[in-house]
């Protein structure tokens, strides 16, 4: 059995917890000034328990600008990445796009809650989320 796993049954597969570095992504007006950035703080500490950051990278709505912060986590060793804003399929939401462009190969792209996009993919080995603006709400209670 490989270190870090537990068999109970042959059809259910524990796996221990690892702590992760995480990158966070934020998009949108907060990069400008326009808007003060209320939801990366939140997403910061709901993501402390997995590891810690490889720090926020705020960029605008712009696609190169978010590629590459994207591909700067991959690079910097990031083990989780999230990328906020911009999730729903309005042509001017880019993240979805980002990701993919990124290298993010999308596993599931699909309804958080109504009206809230979520996203799954994968740069390599390095899980990539989308974030729809509901996250910023919802309470951890561990």
Do not use: H, W
């Not at 068999?7 to 934020?26: E, H, S, Y």
């Not at 808007?35 to 712009?62: A, C, I, M």
């Not at 993919?121 to 990539?128: E, G, H, L, N």
Request: proline share 6%; net charge negative; with cysteine.
């Amino acid at each position: 059995m490989a270190a870090g796993r537990c068999k109970i049954f042959p059809i259910i597969d524990i796996r221990l917890f690892a702590r992760v570095d995480v990158g966070l992504v934020v998009t949108g007006s907060v990069f400008s000034g326009r808007t003060n950035d209320g939801f990366g703080p939140v997403v910061q500490k709901k993501f402390e328990e997995l590891g810690p950051d490889r720090g926020v990278k705020v960029v605008s709505d712009d696609m190169d600008m978010t590629v590459a912060a994207i591909r700067q986590c991959v690079d910097d060793g990031a083990g989780f990445i999230a990328v906020t804003g911009g999730m729903s399929v309005d042509p001017d939401d880019l993240t979805p796009a980002a990701i993919r462009n990124a290298g993010g190969k999308v596993m599931l792209y699909s309804l958080a809650s109504p009206g809230a996009m979520f996203m799954l993919a994968y740069i390599d080995d390095v899980p990539v989320i989308g974030l729809p603006g509901c996250v910023m709400y919802y309470r951890l209670d561990f």
